[in-house]
């Protein structure tokens, strides 16, 4: 039968239902239906909502259903074949389009920190104090400032594998204000500071208004990512290797670096690097060229692997919110090596030379982290593990049996981090041990180049500084460096280790804490910390290991759009570990107290 006596039948038939009546109440029927889709299953297609009270030209009901299905059938199978063709001639006049390359890319902050300290020198005499004092009065017991930072990340995607990533520091923790025009040289427009109008960078600080930090290359390849050049070290809980990006960090480890990161299985990363620790001499010829580096006898490199088990950010979330548990684990160890080191001084009178250092370190890092949904556990633990030949300081001292001596390195580092999550997450309670090995050589060891208090600069006890070996003339009564020493980023309170002691070591802490969400971006917080030294020989006292008990509390406020907003309030109750050895020197200790506030923008 032809198509066009199927479509006339069709039509008829349509004609007839078109008349049924709508049941009252019915919504009425649109104006003109839509066409249906050319390949519209079967199910798709209406059926007739009324039957056929009457046929035409003496056909039957049933012939009339039977040539419809037929001419169905026929429509379906046509409306296929133009949809293959449709698709084939869509895809040659339109070829898939890609995503489109990124070409740059930023990340960052701007953030200025508003800072008051009070009794900082714990009322120590003046020398023995803990903190800078003011040279104007021994009297002044409040100092407060304000710093600010950009920190810029940008990134230049030079394909979707080759990338080019940067980070650079603009007006890196300057004080507000420390820059008057007046102190530029040569200025005669202001002879008195308090006519000051501007802040203008001095020809000196130049380099540290604008700095190129970190710059490395990265290359994406099917077995791995290169990563080459200068670049942030980060593991684990940051105790020993953070990179500082942090909103409220300072530091922060820059390495100079070849990497290659693979995932031969999945969840599974292996890492070899090189780093490039010092290079010793080096020489640019006479002009402002390449420089070369003089030799290899004097370079200290590291070769260094990590192997981590770890899940991406959306694989955790994944898991934790299907209330399953994410287990995280890996392995940084790392080996260093330096035969010589370069002495570019001229003490006691000698030439500048090599001192033959014959170090070798060990460095294995390990981090465990075990979490779901309502609580985590996660832990670290280090170690600096070596050798070093000859401790000599100069070329002067290298055959100086006095000041040649060799030394051992045995340190060892660890916290662990606990947090219970409860009221639908709003509530976060926290405790976090952690220790630092300690030598029971006086001082800390923090900053083992300062002067002591004793004849020509020595060490001696009740100095809360200095180099954690003792060798003299007879020898070494103590030839091990043993204080292990936390990256300086990694904090835990505002007062004791933050700012007095600029670092963990030679002490264990215990510090609960509490914090809880009041709405979407705006936190409270309070936490407590106790410290104790390992040894109390490290300890200003030489007879007591307490330090001090710490209390913090504070808020943060943070919006969608990258606001960030906070402040804090910290008071340190120092102990009997702090007070002076000396019964002459020794005071009754000061309370000293720190506001901090922080406002800027995270992009």
């Not at 102190?183 to 501007?198: A, K, Y």
């Not at 109750?573 to 002459?584: D, N, V």
Request: hydrophobic share 35%; glycine share 10%.
């Amino acid at each position: 039968m032809s198509h066009a006596l199927l479509a006339a039948l069709l039509v008829a038939s349509s004609t007839a239902t078109a008349q049924t009546p709508v049941p009252e109440g019915s919504p009425p029927a649109p104006a003109e239906a839509a066409p249906a889709a050319p390949a519209a299953p079967a199910e798709s297609v209406p059926a007739a909502t009324a039957p056929v009270s009457s046929t035409r030209e003496g056909v039957s009901r049933d012939d009339l259903e039977a040539l419809k299905e037929e001419l169905r059938e026929e429509i379906r199978a046509e409306a296929a074949k133009q949809s293959i063709g449709a698709t084939d001639e869509w895809a040659e006049e339109f070829p898939e389009e890609k995503r489109k390359l990124e070409v740059f890319t930023l990340d960052g902050y701007f953030r200025v920190r508003p800072t008051l300290f009070y009794k900082f020198d714990l009322g120590k005499a003046p020398g023995r104090e803990l903190f800078p004092r003011s040279p104007r009065s021994a009297q002044e017991n409040t100092q407060s400032f304000a710093t600010m930072r950009v920190r810029l990340a940008p990134t230049f995607n030079i394909s979707e594998q080759v990338a080019l990533k940067m980070e650079v520091l603009g007006l890196d923790n300057f004080i507000m204000g420390a820059m008057p025009d007046t102190l530029l040289p040569g200025n005669t427009r202001n002879l008195f500071g308090i006519f000051s109008e501007s802040q203008d960078p001095l020809a000196d600080a130049l380099q540290d208004s604008i700095k190129l930090r970190r710059a490395y290359g990265e290359v994406k390849t099917p077995v791995g990512i290169l990563r080459f050049g200068r670049m942030g070290s980060q593991w684990g809980l940051g105790m020993l290797r953070n990179d500082g990006t942090c909103f409220d960090c300072d530091f922060g480890d820059t390495v100079d670096r070849v990497q290659f990161v693979t995932n031969p299985f999945e969840g599974w990363y292996v890492t070899p690097m090189l780093d490039f620790n010092s290079e010793g001499v080096t020489d640019t010829r006479g002009t402002v060229g390449e420089p070369i580096d003089l030799t290899q006898s004097d370079d200290a490199h590291s070769w260094v692997i990590a192997i981590a088990r770890r899940d991406t950010d959306q694989v955790i979330r994944s898991k934790l919110d299907n209330n399953q548990g994410v287990l995280q684990y890996g392995l940084h160890f790392t080996y260093r090596t330096q035969k010589w080191e370069y002495d570019g001084s001229t003490t006691n009178g000698q030439n500048t030379g090599f001192i033959p250092r014959d170090a070798t370190l060990f460095v294995p890092d390990l981090w465990l982290r075990y979490e779901e949904k309502n609580w985590r556990l996660e832990f670290e633990a280090a170690a600096q593990l070596g050798r070093i030949g000859n401790r000599a300081l100069d070329v002067g001292g290298i055959n100086d049996p006095t000041l040649n001596q060799s030394l051992t390195v045995a340190q060892f580092g660890g916290v662990a981090q606990g947090e219970l999550r409860l009221l639908d997450q709003k509530l976060s309670l926290n405790m976090e041990l952690g220790f630092a090995s300690g030598d029971k050589a006086a001082g800390f060891g923090n900053q083992p180049g300062r002067p002591g208090s004793g004849s020509n600069g020595r060490t001696v006890e009740g100095d809360f500084e200095g180099p954690q070996y003792a060798c003299d003339v007879g020898g070494c009564a103590d030839n091990a460096i043993r204080n292990f020493r936390f990256n300086r980023d990694y904090r835990i309170d505002l007062i004791l280790w933050r700012e007095l002691m600029v670092g963990i070591t030679d002490a264990f802490y215990v510090r609960p804490s509490a914090k809880y969400t009041i709405t979407e971006g705006f936190d409270i917080y309070g936490r407590v910390i106790y410290s104790q030294a390992m040894y109390a020989q490290s300890t200003p006292s030489f007879t007591n290991k307490a330090l001090g008990l710490e209390v913090n509390v504070g808020a943060d406020y943070k919006t969608e759009d990258g606001f960030v907003a906070g402040i804090a309030y910290g008071i340190l109750f120092p102990m009997s570990g702090l007070q002076e050895f000396s019964e002459t020197l020794r005071n009754d200790l000061d309370t000293p107290q720190t506001i901090r506030a922080w406002l800027g923008m995270q992009f």
